[in-house]
């Protein structure tokens, strides 16, 4: 009797604890965070791009999130996705389990793989920031198998909508089961506008305090006595004689003609800017075979290495005429950025660049230089959301063993630092523009 009181007793303080918290009792993987929530959307891989896609009329999707976390030594068997499912815990005795239609993983935001594969396209793999998820098939007409690489994955898990849920749902993971809340799914910022309270206040109720007042006033005064400093200072120089205008052939007026001409702002353009298909976040192996412009391709590696960024810029111009393959085009156009950011020719660095990530098949090791030297580029011009978007591709393939030298980063800095100066002196903001209206208005020379 006392030893069967004292298993009860080991029973109700170790694993009824584990039971009731519904998490696993095993130690060969964990499954935290858990997060569950409608959604009127997702993100699902199309091609090289991802595609949003809605679910019916009136529906929303039930998204599911956690981390899984694999310690070293320890192995998470592939399963099949009908053994993950999921029931609505208000009527958990008859609801029927549903599996996930697709499953993907976070990256910013949660992407996923697409649910069907072709007869020749048998598995589909998504990168992580420690891990990858894989989905395969062993035939055709089998099942998809889910696999985990890494030490580990923010998961994701989409499944269909079905109506009305309750507080919670149950998730069953590779034969155990976990609760989880359901949080309330976001309102649209107009409808929570729409049926918020009145404003018990005046508007204009603390509306301005003492000190937005006195810095109004300071900016006022300012902008006044700016404009009266203007107007007495146009006034003065229209009483003033005109001076005899200079003609074109004299040679002071020849001369700063062409310093105008040979400006270093002289046919700049304005940076192209970073789209969808530029923000990868799958990519393709280097292919076996270069195609025609192989040597070409070859020379200008080793003119690239030996920092004559002239001669490799010209090589790969001549192998890409000559006709690369896909995965070696991508990686001529990378190398031609690298080539034009050496030299300082930022304008046609971005533009290389991002026909780089671009192309039909981009590979790893030519869109992290890529999306390197773009991040850098892009935070020194400004261009901070552009410069986010690549640091992100850069941060989905910091496996690849490739970094930024210092001094490069460096040069390529002051490179597009002189390149906005220039920029800015071509193409004034409009208050400067507008300032240069004002004080170079003609001057009336009619007499008084």
């Not at 305090?209 to 400093?229: E, N, Q």
């Not at 146009?234 to 001076?243: D, E, Q, S």
């Not at 001409?261 to 990519?283: A, K, M």
């Amino acid at each position: 009797m006392r030893a069967l009181a004292s298993a009860f007793l080991i029973l109700s303080t170790v694993v009824w604890p584990q039971l009731a918290a519904g998490q696993p009792s095993t130690s060969s993987w964990t499954l935290t965070t858990l997060k569950a929530q409608m959604v009127p959307a997702i993100w699902v891989l199309d091609g090289n791009e991802y595609v949003r896609e809605s679910p019916p009329q009136g529906e929303n999707f039930l998204e599911i999130q956690g981390r899984l976390t694999v310690p070293p030594g320890a192995l998470l068997d592939p399963m099949a996705l009908s053994e993950i499912r999921v029931r609505n815990t208000r009527s958990a005795a008859i609801a029927k389990p549903q599996s996930p239609f697709v499953v993907g993983l976070s990256i910013l935001t949660c992407r996923y793989l697409p649910p069907e594969t072709r007869a020749h396209d048998l598995s589909r793999r998504i990168v992580g920031h420690d891990g990858s998820l894989g989905l395969s098939r062993d035939s055709a007409n089998a099942p998809l198998t889910l696999a985990i690489e890494g030490s580990h994955v923010d998961l994701c898990m989409a499944f269909a909508g079905s109506g009305r849920m309750g507080g919670s749902v149950s998730l069953e993971f590779a034969g155990h089961s976990f609760t989880i809340p359901l949080t309330p799914m976001e309102r649209p910022r107009q409808a929570a506008k729409a049926t918020a309270d009145p404003p018990t206040r005046p508007y204009w109720d603390g509306l301005l305090s003492s000190r937005a007042t006195l810095i109004a006033g300071l900016c006022l005064l300012i902008l006044g006595l700016g404009t009266l400093a203007i107007w007495r200072w146009r006034t003065h120089r229209a009483l003033l004689p005109a001076r005899h205008a200079k003609s074109p052939d004299d040679p002071d007026v020849a001369t700063a003609e062409g310093d105008a001409s040979r400006s270093p702002g002289y046919e700049l353009v304005e940076p192209e800017r970073v789209s969808s298909e530029h923000c990868r976040t799958s990519f393709v192996r280097v292919g076996t075979s270069a195609g025609p412009g192989k040597a070409d391709f070859e020379a200008a590696l080793r003119a690239l290495q030996g920092e004559r960024f002239s001669d490799a810029d010209t090589l790969l111009e001549q192998a890409i005429t000559k006709g690369l393959m896909a995965t070696f085009e991508c990686g001529a156009w990378s190398m031609r950025g690298q080539a034009a950011a050496a030299i300082g020719e930022i304008p046609r660095a971005i533009s290389y660049f991002l026909k780089a990530l671009g192309g039909p098949e981009v590979t790893a090791q030519a869109a992290l230089p890529a999306a390197m030297h773009l991040a850098v580029i892009y935070r020194e011009l400004g261009l901070r959301a552009d410069a986010v978007k690549m640091e992100a591709v850069a941060t989905t393939l910091k496996s690849v063993n490739i970094t930024l030298d210092p001094e490069v980063n460096r040069r390529l800095k002051q490179s597009t630092q002189a390149y906005r100066r220039a920029l800015r002196a071509t193409h004034p903001t409009g208050l400067k523009a507008l300032a240069t209206r004002l004080l170079h208005r003609p001057r009336s020379t009619s007499a008084t």
